[in-house]
């Protein structure tokens, strides 16, 4: 076994590994491998890109491009000139985005920061768990996934034919479990430019490389799609409308050019590849359910959150795409949590059922879309360009990241700031942003902003006086675009 923190040299590394496979996937894959069953261990020293690719007779391009999948992984480290090494164990905690997501526990006068729902304007449970204990089923183990009625009322509602729809236990782990079943380590995933934090996670954890697409006012580009189509990646990951952090939506014309896109990327290159759809605002949107799947309901699974709608600590989403697939993610999922309670489900039934916790949801949305507006409307009449944004979500173009998050904590204001966002470190490429942005001199500039994030959705009054101290931290600045 190879001895812990020492240099290993590529006579002993390729003794341990057959190498079988030199594409950067096959060389990460038995690299991680090892790592994984302590032939590798933490605080090893690996040999330098051109020792491997030279042993191997491979371009020092694609032994780079593997270090790189392992490092996204966690699974190594690059410390410089010193070399890379095999990663110690990461400190106990949420994924590196989620950190930079977390607000902190001092107190605010006004938390912008954190994208969570107004409690005040969740339906109440109380009548809703009075009916429920009085007629919960307790079920078996056999049972099917979903209660009847609850499947009944999600495919009246869907936005466009599904042959299977079930639900999970929240947004997040529909998408996880989505992409455990589609994405190999090494393989890529086109991902939205800015988009949400956990995405980004989730895709290093697995090993995968993003690649993002900049997107505008009704959600991803459609030439920066055409771009990323030709690195041939295993998966879209997208968020049709209330994106996070920007509030866009798509239109019913976006969608179809995307799927018309993806239509001719298959049919060109032969991909096999998968659309997952987050639809993370669902019923508090007020914009119309869009989604792929009208015109590719082989190739997408659309995800349908009802945290924002009805209470984040329900824990319940819906998801609804091939059969084959959600079949395999639900056999997997029966070897853990095996289903959702149904006493939750019975809860969301009936929340999506009776007349007043409907009625609440209404109110919620108009409520969501009259302080989105007046925020949005004070901000761009102070000179500060933000789209007129759906959800509860605004993308406010700053001139510093870090000056505007000390200003506003001066002022009693936090926000959340726009790295942890951003698919792409600055300078890389980002598909189809020449096209988002235009050409001009103003739209050039543009590209060099920072951003935070503003949960719109929490200003319940005074939008006026929040207006004037975001204004403030973000400098006046006056012409905007992504």
């Known amino acids: 076994m190879v001895r812990s923190g020492i240099r290993v040299d590529v006579s002993e590394l390729t003794a341990l590994a057959p190498f079988a496979d030199t594409t950067p996937r096959g060389i990460a894959a038995d690299l991680a491998r090892l790592v994984n069953s302590g032939e590798l261990e933490a605080g090893d020293r690996l040999p330098t890109v051109r020792e491997l690719a030279g042993s191997l007779g491979v371009s020092p391009a694609t032994i780079s491009q593997a270090w790189q999948a392992l490092a996204r992984a966690g699974l190594i480290e690059s410390r410089g000139r010193a070399g890379s090494f095999v990663r110690r164990d990461a400190a106990a905690g949420p994924a590196v985005r989620m950190r930079g997501m977390a607000a902190p526990d001092d107190p605010v006068r006004l938390d912008l920061s954190r994208g969570t729902p107004d409690p005040l304007l969740l339906p ?60 190999r380590f090494g393989d890529r995933v086109v991902v939205e430019h800015p988009g949400f934090p956990p995405f980004l996670d989730l895709l290093d954890l697995l090993g995968a490389e993003a690649v993002p697409v900049a997107i505008d006012e009704q959600g991803m580009s459609p030439e920066g799609l055409a771009t990323a189509l030709r690195r041939r990646p295993a998966a879209i990951l997208l968020q049709p409308r209330a994106q996070n952090p920007t509030g866009a939506s798509m239109t019913p014309s976006r969608a179809a050019a995307l799927a ?43 995800v349908r959150s009802f945290s924002k709608s009805h209470g984040p600590d329900l824990r319940i989403a819906a998801v609804g795409g091939p059969r084959d697939l959600i079949g395999r993610i639900m056999a997997r999922r029966m070897l853990g949590p095996g289903w959702t309670s149904r006493m939750l489900q019975s809860i969301l039934l009936d929340l999506l059922t009776d007349g007043a916790a409907i009625d609440a949801v209404a109110e919620a949305r108009r409520a969501y879309y009259t302080r989105q507006r007046a925020l949005g409307d004070a901000l761009r009449a102070r000179g500060v360009p933000v789209i007129h944004a759906d959800g509860i979500n605004l993308w406010m173009p700053v001139e510093s990241e870090r000056s505007t998050l000390v200003q506003l904590a001066a002022a009693g204001i936090r926000v959340a700031g726009g790295t942890p966002f951003l698919a792409a470190a ?4 980002v598909a189809g942003a020449s096209a988002v942005r235009g050409a001009s001199a103003a739209r050039a500039a543009a590209r060099e902003r920072e951003y935070v994030r503003v949960t719109a959705g929490a200003v319940r009054e005074n939008a006026s006086g929040v207006a004037d101290a975001l204004a403030v931290a973000a400098q006046h600045l006056a012409a905007g675009g992504y």
């Open 124 to 183: 109440p449970l109380g009548p809703a768990l009075s009916r429920v204990s009085a007629r919960a089923d307790v079920g078996s183990y056999q049972a099917e996934p979903v209660i009847p009625a609850l499947a009944t009322v999600l495919r009246d509602s869907w936005p466009s034919e599904a042959e299977s729809i079930v639900v999970v236990d929240g947004a997040l782990d529909a998408i996880s479990r989505t992409l455990d079943q589609v994405v």
């Open 260 to 302: 018309g896109a993806i239509r001719s990327a298959v049919d060109e290159h032969g991909l096999d590849l998968v659309v997952v759809e987050d639809d993370h605002s669902g019923l508090i949107s007020t914009e119309g359910d869009v989604t792929l799947g009208t015109h590719l309901p082989d190739r997408v699974v659309h």
């Open 426 to 429: 600055n300078g890389s490429p």
